[in-house]
């Protein structure tokens, strides 16, 4: 504290938390806090590359998300050119479906970058020059009708992205810091185990839990990928291991321990084993 440190409102700082916000937009928008709230100041004239060297994002990016922020009403500029920037307190303006456009001069003849360029005839030119079509334009791509199919989006619902945070917390248990992961992939890979492949939230949990603490497979089962193409092993021997478990019980060699009640099962005690894995 003797080194300075940012005051702001318990709600308003909340709000930020619990805004559905990229990563990038996310560090922006409290660096905009850091550089104003932190010297004491509503607002400030703050550049990018500021706001860069403590969101730790490249100065090119910077000037992208903070128009995008300024868009969804999170930022405010005060003035023209390098105005004011600061963060809006009232936060039930906020737009967080918003998007920013950028602006295009209409005599421009398109984007540099290779947008189409209208043409009267058989060609589809761009700044950088004109091609024969081959294909019919009038076709959006992606639909059955095209030849070229876009990629499937990555994404996971909300009891996905739970599970992420599972898996995260079971396979770094005895790492210094929490393995390296997209949670967008992550999440991808649960919700296809579920859509897809029919694994039910419980089936899925118990196999995080159960590989996470076996001595062989708590090494290679590091993430949702591994973890889907492993499945029907690992299901197998996890099967196979509670029916030793429970011979070498029955044959006294484990003593005369008793079954917990279902459901409170652990990875060390295949005894309670779950209904779906019992079959």
């Given at each position: 504290m003797e080194e300075g440190f940012t005051r702001i409102a318990n709600e308003l700082f909340e709000a930020l938390i619990q805004a559905p916000l990229t990563d990038r937009e996310r560090r922006v928008a409290l660096s905009v806090v850091r550089l104003t709230y932190g010297w004491n100041k509503k607002a400030d004239r703050i550049a990018d590359s500021q706001i860069a060297e403590i969101a730790h994002l490249p100065r090119q990016k910077v000037n992208q998300?903070?128009?995008q922020l300024i868009a969804k009403k999170v930022?405010?500029?005060?003035?023209?050119g390098h105005g004011l920037t600061s963060l809006n307190k009232h936060f039930d303006e906020w737009e967080l479906t918003a998007r920013h456009t950028p602006k295009t001069h209409p005599d421009s003849g398109g984007d540099k970058k290779g947008d189409t360029v209208p043409h009267g005839g058989d060609k589809d030119c761009t700044p950088r020059g004109c091609t024969p079509k081959t294909e019919d334009n009038s076709v959006?791509?992606?639909t059955d009708d095209s030849s070229k199919k876009t990629k499937p989006r990555k994404w996971g619902e909300e009891v996905d992205h739970e599970l992420v945070t599972e898996?995260?917390?079971?396979?770094?248990?005895?790492?210094?810091?929490?393995?390296?992961?997209?949670?967008t992939t992550w999440a991808n890979e649960f919700r296809l185990m579920r859509q897809r492949d029919g694994r039910t939230?419980?089936?899925?949990?118990?196999?995080?839990?159960?590989?996470?603490a076996h001595d062989f497979w708590a090494g290679i089962v590091m993430s949702p990928?591994?973890?889907?193409?492993?499945?029907?092993?690992?299901?197998k021997q996890a099967k196979t291991e509670h029916q030793q478990r429970r011979t070498n019980r029955d044959s006294g060699r484990l003593g005369m321990a008793q079954p917990k009640p279902q459901g409170t099962y652990t990875p060390t005690d295949m005894d309670n084993l779950p209904d779906w894995m019992r079959d």
């Amino acid at each position: 504290m003797e080194e300075g440190f940012t005051r702001i409102a318990n709600e308003l700082f909340e709000a930020l938390i619990q805004a559905p916000l990229t990563d990038r937009e996310r560090r922006v928008a409290l660096s905009v806090v850091r550089l104003t709230y932190g010297w004491n100041k509503k607002a400030d004239r703050i550049a990018d590359s500021q706001i860069a060297e403590i969101a730790h994002l490249p100065r090119q990016k910077v000037n992208q998300v903070k128009q995008q922020l300024i868009a969804k009403k999170v930022l405010m500029v005060e003035g023209s050119g390098h105005g004011l920037t600061s963060l809006n307190k009232h936060f039930d303006e906020w737009e967080l479906t918003a998007r920013h456009t950028p602006k295009t001069h209409p005599d421009s003849g398109g984007d540099k970058k290779g947008d189409t360029v209208p043409h009267g005839g058989d060609k589809d030119c761009t700044p950088r020059g004109c091609t024969p079509k081959t294909e019919d334009n009038s076709v959006p791509k992606g639909t059955d009708d095209s030849s070229k199919k876009t990629k499937p989006r990555k994404w996971g619902e909300e009891v996905d992205h739970e599970l992420v945070t599972e898996m995260v917390a079971a396979v770094s248990s005895d790492l210094d810091s929490p393995v390296k992961h997209n949670p967008t992939t992550w999440a991808n890979e649960f919700r296809l185990m579920r859509q897809r492949d029919g694994r039910t939230v419980e089936q899925i949990r118990y196999l995080i839990t159960w590989t996470a603490a076996h001595d062989f497979w708590a090494g290679i089962v590091m993430s949702p990928a591994k973890l889907r193409a492993k499945w029907d092993q690992l299901a197998k021997q996890a099967k196979t291991e509670h029916q030793q478990r429970r011979t070498n019980r029955d044959s006294g060699r484990l003593g005369m321990a008793q079954p917990k009640p279902q459901g409170t099962y652990t990875p060390t005690d295949m005894d309670n084993l779950p209904d779906w894995m019992r079959d």
